[in-house]
């Protein structure tokens, strides 16, 4: 999969503006507040119909605008493709998929796949679940438009459950929680059995990014913390006991304390939790063994590479680790940032002034 050429109009501080990519490594070369991130910002975007970066779409419109655009024209596997994703400051995003509106974002889901990378990813490991539940589910959406149509019933079905629990209405509560329960259970299933699937894949794979940042200095492992049965009935059946028997504290908090939403993944570097007493070292080089793992997880699952999105990653990496990226994302469409552009980083640079691109 290659991005070939992005087209901006009112998006943050560009304009009217176009950029050209490469196979392999492409770098947008350019000061501080010029808008480099906000170029890969708009691509992913069109990846998973949000911003990493801020909830408030109208954000993203161009001051003093009420329409922005962004087209993002790439090929894969199944031939050429082109999305189009429209922002208004008065209604709903819309989006086009070669031309067509698309009905529902899960559509989006799996056309243009891609990792995005930053500092701020550092997150990811130091943070709370939240972060590495939603890494695992913007893979997984990726990888199934299933397992986002399921997600969403999940959310929906939870936030219907909250509310029951919220009502305080004892015998309404006492009646209708079976039901809650058991909707909430089917859908936790394919969640689980899911994640399991792509925490087996990362033990593998961000073990041998690790090694190699490393230079095998350092054991990493991930295990998943939640539920881990494999069997659908048994986790069902585990999943609706457990329903019940926090439905006191349940009661107490106004909200569902167990489940899927409430899983997380631990990482650990020579037997230490990194979250709690790795260093700030360890902790974003695990990081960025998570990303780089994605890659050929992506591999194994679509059968085709994503983009690599790298937002001034370099910077934060000592030299011997930053040798080691470069070797490495030379092997696949990357479109990284950097303030200044070094002569031995072999790519096609792109210059990025005040929301201009150069070549």
Known sequence: MEIKKVYL??????????????????????????????????????????????????????????????????????????????????????????????????????????????????????????????????????????????????????EQRNKLLKSGNLANIKDTIAIWNEQLSEHACYIIQKRLELIEQLKVEAMAQHNYLTDNAEKMEISYTGFKIDNKAELKAQLISAYEQSLEKDLNLGFTTVGPHRDDFKIVVNGIDVRSFGSQGQQRTCALSLKLAELEIFKQNLNEYPVLLLDDVLSELDVNRRTKLLSVINNYQTIITCTEYESDIKGNVLKVNNGRISY
């Open 9 to 158: 109009q009112n998006f943050r501080n560009y304009e009217n503006e176009s950029a050209n990519f490469k196979s392999g490594l492409n770098i947008l070369e350019g000061k501080n507040a010029q808008g480099k991130t906000n170029l890969l910002e708009a691509i992913f975007l069109c990846v998973i119909g949000k911003s990493p970066r801020t909830k408030k779409e109208k954000d993203l419109i161009k001051m003093d605008k009420n329409l922005a655009r962004v087209t993002v024209e790439f090929t894969k596997l199944s031939g050429n493709k082109k999305i189009e994703l429209f922002l208004f400051s008065n209604q709903n995003k819309s989006i086009k998929i070669n031309g067509v509106p698309i009905k529902k974002i899960g559509e989006l889901m799996g056309e243009l796949n891609a990792i995005y990378f930053s500092p701020n990813d550092i997150k990811l490991v130091k943070e709370s679940p939240d972060e590495r539940r939603r890494f695992m589910d913007i893979d997984l959406c990726q990888f199934n438009k299933t397992y986002f149509y399921t997600l969403n019933k999940y959310n929906k079905i939870l």
